[in-house]
C-alpha cells in the first residue's frame, strides 16, 4: 500500500465483544510501527478503548481511534489517548448522531463516520454515509475550536471518493476494493481523484 501512495496503514482492531470478529491487538501495532514508513491509523472497534487506546498510542500509533458506542467514558478515553502520544478520535456508527460529538469537541483530532456496521469487510457502503459526512463537517465548521478530520470507513470506492470529499471528509479507508484490486497504484489514483 505504501507503494501504491497511501497516507495511512488503517489498522482495525476487533476484540470478539464490541464486533464478531476478532484481529489482533497492540503487540502487532508495535510490530507495525517498526516497519512502516507511513503514519498508522488504528480504529478500535473493542469493548475496553480505555485500556487499549493508551497502549496502541504507545505501541506507535500516530491517530487512535475508538467508538462512542463502546464507553460512557468518552473524554476521559480521549485525554489518555492524547497523553499517550497520538492523536485522538471518536467513531460512529451508521446509526449514532453526529451531534453527540458536541461535548468532546475540545478534545477531538478525528472523527470517523463508519458508512458500514462495523465488524466485517467487504459490505455494501450506505449511501447516506454522505450527508452524514456534510452535516458532520457543517457541525465541525459550526463548533469546533481547532480543526478536525473526517474519516470514512467502510465501502469506499471510485464510485463514492469523490462525493465524500465533495461533502467534507478528509481522510478515506478502503480496504476490499483496493486489497482485491490487481492495479492498487491506479485504483488508488482513482481514489484520490
Do not use: W
Amino acid at each position: 500500500m505504501e507503494a501504491a501512495g497511501a497516507d495511512y496503514h488503517h489498522l482495525d482492531v476487533m476484540d470478539g465483544h464490541f464486533v464478531p470478529n476478532l484481529t489482533f491487538g497492540p503487540l502487532l501495532v508495535e510490530a507495525a510501527a517498526r516497519v512502516a514508513a507511513i503514519p498508522l491509523d488504528v480504529h478500535l472497534m473493542i469493548a475496553d478503548p480505555l485500556t487499549y487506546g493508551p497502549l496502541c498510542a504507545r505501541a506507535g500509533a500516530a491517530m487512535v481511534s475508538f467508538h462512542f458506542e463502546a464507553t460512557p467514558h468518552v473524554h476521559r478515553v480521549l485525554t489518555h489517548i492524547r497523553e499517550a502520544g497520538a492523536q485522538s478520535g471518536v467513531a460512529l456508527t451508521p446509526s449514532t448522531p453526529v451531534e453527540v460529538l458536541g461535548p468532546v469537541l475540545p478534545y477531538l483530532d478525528l472523527a470517523l463516520i463508519m458508512s458500514v456496521n462495523p465488524g466485517f469487510g467487504g459490505q455494501a457502503f450506505i449511501p447516506e454515509s454522505v450527508d452524514k459526512v456534510a452535516r458532520l463537517r457543517r457541525f465541525l465548521d459550526d463548533r469546533a475550536e481547532r480543526p478536525v478530520l473526517i474519516e470514512v470507513d467502510g465501502g469506499v470506492s471510485d464510485k463514492n471518493a469523490a462525493a465524500l470529499f465533495q461533502a467534507g471528509a478528509d481522510i478515506l479507508v478502503s480496504g476490499s476494493y483496493l486489497y482485491g484490486a490487481p492495479d492498487r497504484s491506479a485504483v488508488m489514483s482513482a481514489l484520490k481523484g
